[in-house]
């Protein structure tokens, strides 16, 4: 309990995943030198995160310490990419779409959009897929101007914690995913605009094997349920995108239907676990 009382459950999460990174980066380094510089960046993200937690009693700190773990976030998931280069591109799909095949008689990603090609839906559940990076930071930033410190704290461990365990299956279970593994949908089901929108910023800034478990599920999951606590009229906002994240994701053939159910488990489960150790109140 002294560690906690110390560190915040994000705190130690970040610390142990970046401990992780560094020695599995150190280990692949020799084999694909780009591991050189993930392991160095990470090893520093263990002494930010210290640093942060002796950041004082002041205004600044304060804020930084709330935030930091989630300005991370888009650097730990482009790690990931590095990680799995060389020797180490592989994946595991073929145990996946086994996995697919016994729970469904089918495999839904690639099937459920071929049996049932809808535009309006193309657009509806591509828009939700997308919306993703808002789910993630409309409430950051709504209770950050609201000054809702406990609020942003919850939503910061929530969320990271989560990101934190989904990224570690990443790196030891390297799923490519359905979008990888199927012919790519055609016609007009990725016409619409928000289609286009997914497919560009696919292009620009996905990690290979990060599909199980849909970390697009597990964030959503647990962002809106912080969301939700922190605010009922936020998480009533929220509630239809972070419900229909799932179904988009294996509609728009993104991730397996079994990464989106894994992703709904680990997105309850983390964050309570997480609030447990940190002795929150979750009654709210």
């Not at 949908?185 to 996905?206: D, I, M, N, R, W």
Request: hydrophobic content about 55%; aromatic content about 12%.
């Amino acid at each position: 309990m002294a560690l906690t009382a110390r560190y915040r459950a994000v705190e130690l999460a970040l610390m142990a995943y970046a401990a992780v990174v560094t020695a599995v980066a150190l280990d692949r380094a020799p084999a694909a030198p780009g591991n050189w510089g993930i392991a160095l960046a990470h090893a520093l993200v263990v002494v930010l995160v210290l640093l942060l937690a002796r950041a004082g009693a002041s205004a600044t700190g304060r804020a930084l310490r709330d935030v930091a773990p989630l300005l991370l976030l888009l650097g730990l998931y482009a790690a990931l990419d590095v990680l799995h280069t060389g020797p180490y591109h592989r994946s595991y799909d073929a145990l996946v779409l086994g996995w697919e095949e016994r729970l469904f008689g089918m495999q839904p990603a690639r099937d459920w959009w071929q049996r049932h090609p809808s535009r309006f839906w193309s657009t509806v559940l591509h828009g939700v897929y997308f919306g993703y990076y808002l789910i993630l930071a409309v409430p950051a930033l709504f209770f950050l101007a609201r000054g809702d410190r406990p609020a942003l704290r919850g939503f910061t461990r929530a969320v990271m914690t989560t990101f934190c365990v989904c990224f570690l299956v990443f790196i030891f279970l390297p799923v490519a995913g359905p979008y990888y593994t199927f012919a790519r949908p055609t016609g007009p089901f990725v016409e619409t605009v928000t289609a286009k929108l997914v497919y560009a910023s696919l292009t620009s800034g996905s990690s290979y094997g990060a599909a199980f478990p849909s970390s697009h599920v597990a964030a959503t999951t647990a962002a809106g349920i912080a969301a939700w606590r922190g605010s009922r009229r936020l998480g009533l906002a929220l509630l239809a995108p972070v419900v229909l994240m799932p179904i988009a994701t294996v509609y728009c053939q993104m991730h397996y239907a079994v990464d989106a159910l894994a992703g709904i488990g680990i997105g309850l489960s983390v964050p309570a676990l997480a609030a447990r150790l940190e002795g929150a109140d979750l009654s709210a």
